[in-house]
T-cell receptor, first 114, second 111 residues
Framework: DAGVTQSPTHLIKTRGQQVTLRCSPK?????VSWYQQALGQGPQFIFQ???????QRGNFPDRFSGHQFPNYSSELNVNALLLGDSALYLC?????????????FGPGTRLTVL | GENVEQHPSTLSVQEGDSAVIKCTYS??????FPWYKQELGKRPQLIID?????GEKKDQRIAVTLNKTAKHFSLHITETQPEDSAVYFC??????????FGTGTRLKVLA
């Protein structure tokens, strides 16, 4: 039973560039949430995708966008990168039926913006 | 806005002693409270969770208590072991799908 996977593991970009991060949910899960974790901080909710639509968003600018595919995998896109976007980006999957409470995290993508 | 405060930020205990981490949330509509353990360089791992219709939940050496009136919940680890050393995060589900995390507690278990 595959857990949550993310790619790439690490990424280095320069200011102003764009980046796409990918997430495959745990088998049987249909909901994907994305989080940004700065060094020494707790994860911050970016948004959640279900049925290929964004259904809730945290306090992040429109530079952060996402997508969910029919196979439930998801992408996080960040445009016009800023130095402050350097962080660990985590995705978490859950199953909408039965309350959809329990989230399982992927290993994360470490993004460094120079 | 919604907020979760977590204390202490660091905690050192002797092996075999108990550790307690406390969180307070601001959104009275929050109804689900998970706890995650994150080891250095690894993903957060769910260790226990509690829903708002329950006051306490226990799983072997780990327990969580919830006081809805005071809007706080706590993680209790008994008989701590060196492998319990990690950063622990509490979280509260605020609104329907949004999870708010605390700032983390670095637990160090001294052998």
């Amino acid at each position: 039973d595959a857990g949550v996977t993310q790619s790439p593991t690490h990424l280095i970009k320069t200011r102003g560039q764009q980046v796409t991060l990918r997430c495959s949910p745990k088998s049987g899960h249909d909901t994907v949430s994305w989080y940004q974790q700065a060094l020494g901080q707790g994860p911050q909710f970016i948004f959640q995708y279900y049925e290929e639509e964004e259904r809730q968003r945290g306090n992040f600018p429109d530079r952060f966008s996402g997508h969910q595919f029919p196979n439930y995998s998801s992408e996080l896109n960040v445009n016009a990168l800023l130095l402050g976007d350097s962080a660990l980006y985590l995705c978490a999957s859950s199953r909408a039926s039965g309350g959809g409470d329990t989230q399982y995290f992927g290993p994360g993508t470490r993004l460094t913006v120079l | 806005g919604e907020n979760v405060e977590q204390h202490p930020s660091t905690l050192s205990v002797q092996e075999g002693d108990s550790a307690v981490i406390k969180c307070t949330y601001s959104d009275s509509a929050s109804n689900y409270f998970p706890w995650y353990k994150q080891e250095l360089g690894k993903r957060p791992q769910l260790i226990i969770d509690i829903r708002s219709n329950v006051g306490e939940k226990k799983d072997q050496r780990i327990a969580v208590t919830l006081n809805k009136t005071a809007k706080h919940f706590s993680l209790h680890i008994t008989e701590t072991q060196p492998e319990d050393s990690a950063v622990y995060f509490c979280a509260a589900r605020s609104g329907t799908y949004k999870y708010i995390f605390g700032t983390g507690t670095r637990l160090k278990v001294l052998a």
